[in-house]
Each structure stands twice: as structure tokens, then as C-alpha cells.
DNA sequence: TTCAATACGGATAAATTTATCCCTGTAGTT
DNA sequence: AACTACAGGGATAAATTTATCCGTATTGAA
């Protein structure tokens, strides 16, 4: 059980939006849940990346900050379906716009992620450019 | 000189956006900066929270990915002044729409990212809620 | 009877991000 | 002469997030 430290800013609305949708994996399982990938195992597969176990994690904050909720059907095996509350698909028209802008840049995003101006593996302060690693 | 072991995803749009603003101050740096808050300690200002150190760090982020740029005045003391590039420009609508949308929503977030359903102080996978802490 | 599918989560290690503290250098002000 | 404002960054510790590994339980199928 991880006890916080550090307080959790509020002050704005981008202090609170960092809150909610701020993790690895957040904007990616709205999104799927949006488009009708309701079932854990199914989520899992469209995020082939992550491990079931983080899934799980953001799975549940989302649940906690309301803007997702599920079905638990008492069935054996079990089978669970997530869908948006009314919060959470107030939320999608501006993750799908963030998804496209994401895509429209996508040329330029890989190439500085990845062998920008600077490498990105060095979390680098360093001011010359292209020969930090 | 930190070097990176996990690989970045750069999949689809989602994963290149996350990689870019997805700083703990990055935003906010953004949202100011497109206000006119030009000026490093000005910024600073405006986010009480943040240490200078983040600052520097996330701002140097965002230069490198091409969403800011600066003006580096040769005098002294010194003066540095950010302005958003053409792309950083074209993410504000959305970074807008993002602060507009947790103002709309503060008083809900606000509940459930402090005292919510289940305490946020503990990393928490319990089911019993309310009681967890 | 052994195995796959289903969903969930404990325990711990590793990775990453952020915080803390301190130092550089110059020009102007008190 | 000492002090302030200015922008930047090194070194390291702390905090947080994510990864890895493993175990629970039930039903139906091979």
C-alpha cells in the first residue's frame, strides 16, 4: 500500500485533467472502450504493449474518477464490460482530436521522439545537439 | 547521462502525443506561453508549484520536439524569451479544450482525485472503497 | 485429468520522472 | 563591496509509475 507525498496539484483545469487521463495507458483504453472494445481480454489485445497488469491499475482509476464503469456478469468464466459514463464520453470528442493530431503530425513526432535534434535516450540538459549519446 | 531502456511507442497518434506532452508541466508551459508569458522566471511565476529545474527540463522537451522555440537576447543579465512554433500553434485548441474541460468538470474531479471513492493516497487495487486508508 | 479461457490482484524489482541542493557568470543597485 | 536579478545546468535523492512474476478461482473442452 503506497502512501503519497506529495500533494496533488488542483489549482486549474490542466491540473486536473493531468489527474484523470495523464497515465501510460489512459487515453488509449478510452478510446477503445469508446469504440465498443468493452472486455478486458479484448482491450488487452488492441494494447498488445502493455502488460495485463497496468491495464488493470488504469482500468480501475478511471473506474475511481468516474469515467468509466463496468458490468460484472455473474457468470462463469467471469466477464466484465467497461463502458464510458456520461463524464467519460464528454471527454472523447477531445482525445480523438488529440489521436489526430497525434496522426496528422505523425511524420515529424517519430522523427524527433526517436533521433530528433538531440537523442532522447539521454535525459539530457546538454546544448550540443546530435552528438549528446 | 540517464539512457533509456524501455523502447518508446510510437505507434499511433495517442502514443506520439503522450510522448510530447504528457510532462508533469508541459501544458501548462504551453498554455501560458501562448498567453504571452514569454519569459522563463515569468513562468516560473505563474507556476508556483514547479521547481525552476522542472521548468528548464520540460521546456528544453519542448523545444526539441518543435512546439516552442526561443529568442536568446545577447545582454546581460540575460533574457530568453519562448514563443510556440507553427506546430505548437496548432495543439492549443486542444490544450484549451482540456483546461476548459477539467474547469467544467473541477468540483466532480476535484472530489474524486482527493477524497474519492477510495483514497488516492494509496496505490490502491482494494475493492473496499471509501475505507482503504 | 490436465489444460485453456476468463478476470483479478499481491509482492517486488526496475525504470522513469521529479525534487532538492548547489554552483556559474555579468550588470546594475544600494 | 556586497547583493539582486537573470538564465542555465550538474549531481544526487526521492517519489512515482510501470514491469515482471506468480497465484486465485471456475467452467468447459480435449
Known amino acids: 500500500?503506497?502512501?503519497r507525498k506529495l500533494p496533488?496539484?488542483?489549482?486549474?483545469g490542466l491540473d486536473l485533467i493531468r489527474?484523470?487521463?495523464?497515465?501510460?495507458?489512459?487515453?488509449?483504453?478510452?478510446?477503445?472502450?469508446?469504440?465498443?472494445?468493452s472486455r478486458p481480454g479484448q482491450l488487452q489485445k488492441n494494447i498488445p504493449e502493455a502488460?495485463?497488469?497496468?491495464?488493470?491499475?488504469?482500468?480501475?482509476?478511471?473506474?475511481?474518477?468516474?469515467?468509466?464503469?463496468?458490468t460484472v456478469y455473474d457468470q462463469q468464466p467471469p466477464k466484465v464490460e467497461y463502458y464510458l459514463t456520461d463524464l467519460g464520453k464528454s471527454i472523447m470528442p477531445i482525445i480523438n482530436e488529440l489521436g489526430q493530431w497525434g496522426d496528422h503530425?505523425?511524420?515529424?513526432?517519430?522523427?524527433?521522439?526517436?533521433?530528433?535534434?538531440?537523442?532522447?535516450r539521454c535525459n539530457t540538459l546538454t546544448t550540443i545537439k546530435r552528438t549528446a549519446c
Chains 1, 2 share one sequence.
Open 1 to 3: 500500500m503506497y502512501e
Open 8 to 12: 496533488i496539484q488542483e489549482e486549474c
Open 105 to 120: 503530425n505523425s511524420e515529424h513526432l517519430r522523427r524527433v521522439i526517436k533521433n530528433g535534434w538531440y537523442c532522447r
Open 51 to 70: 502488460t495485463r497488469r497496468v491495464l488493470n491499475i488504469q482500468l480501475k482509476q478511471l473506474e475511481d474518477d468516474g469515467l468509466v464503469a463496468k
Open 19 to 37: 489527474e484523470v487521463v495523464f497515465g501510460k495507458w489512459k487515453i488509449h483504453l478510452l478510446y477503445y472502450i469508446s469504440q465498443g472494445i
